[in-house]
């Protein structure tokens, strides 16, 4: 006698449903590490709300980048005659170009008149070293750090003293405009050039700051002022 299938059919259906396991549940944290593992290997462009990494600035020897600035002006590169190969009587462009770095955008008030270039970003303390243009000609370099160099070896901080002594019979003596018991002692250049070097002291006797440039600029007391 033939059985009716549709008992079988139901029988079948039933034990298959029996054999299969539950599904495990999804791990929210693993299902993110997996996508954050997809999206790091994938490549393509940072979404705009992932912020990038910072990368440090690149950096150079002076040799590399053309510079003689290395922090501050690089030993032996401020003379009677200028700065490196920017000579006093040169462009701005020439000191910019022996500088290597931002001197900033200053312009003169008027046609020729007298203004600084000053490496950026200034310190809290001001500039460390400033360059002098006036009638569109280098003119000075004025020098307020105490880790820079003169020429002949001086430096803010020494004493007249220990000036005199570097200097020898050369340093001439010229009282403070402002200050009383400050002076100006001033150099030329024992080559016989026109450059002059001029130390500023005020009432310790020590050397506040230092000029070096040709006349008249190198003896204006209040720089463009």
């Known amino acids: 006698m033939r059985q009716p299938l549709l008992p079988i059919l139901v029988l079948a259906v039933s034990l298959a449903a029996c054999d299969r396991q539950p599904a495990a549940p999804v791990d929210g944290d693993a299902a993110a590490d997996a996508?954050?593992?997809?999206?790091?290997s994938a490549p393509g462009d940072l979404h705009a709300d992932q912020p990038m990494e910072e990368v440090p600035p690149a950096t150079a020897s002076p040799e590399a980048l053309g510079s003689l600035r290395v922090g501050s002006p690089?030993?032996?590169?401020?003379?009677?005659?200028?700065?490196?190969p920017?000579?006093?009587g040169g462009t701005q462009e020439d000191v910019r170009m022996s500088w290597g770095g931002d001197l900033g955008d200053a312009q003169p008030s008027e046609p020729g008149g007298c203004y600084y270039l000053i490496p950026q970003p200034l310190t809290q303390g001001g500039y460390r070293v400033a360059f002098m243009i006036e009638?569109?000609?280098f003119a000075r370099m004025d020098v307020r750090a105490d880790d820079v160099t003169a020429p002949g070896g001086g430096k803010a901080?020494?004493?007249?003293?220990?000036?005199?002594?570097?200097y020898g019979g050369r340093v001439e003596q010229r009282p403070h405009k402002y200050d009383p018991d400050g002076r100006y002692l001033r150099i030329t250049d024992p080559a016989g050039g026109n450059g002059v070097l001029v130390f500023e002291t005020h009432a310790e006797g020590r050397v506040d700051a230092w000029r070096v440039g040709v006349p008249p600029q190198v003896d204006y007391v209040e720089g463009c002022s």
């Open 35 to 40: 996508a954050t593992a997809a999206g790091a």
């Open 157 to 166: 901080g020494m004493t007249i003293a220990e000036i005199e002594a570097l």
């Open 86 to 88: 920017a000579r006093f």
């Open 135 to 137: 009638g569109d000609r």
């Open 74 to 84: 690089a030993e032996g590169t401020i003379s009677y005659d200028g700065f490196g």
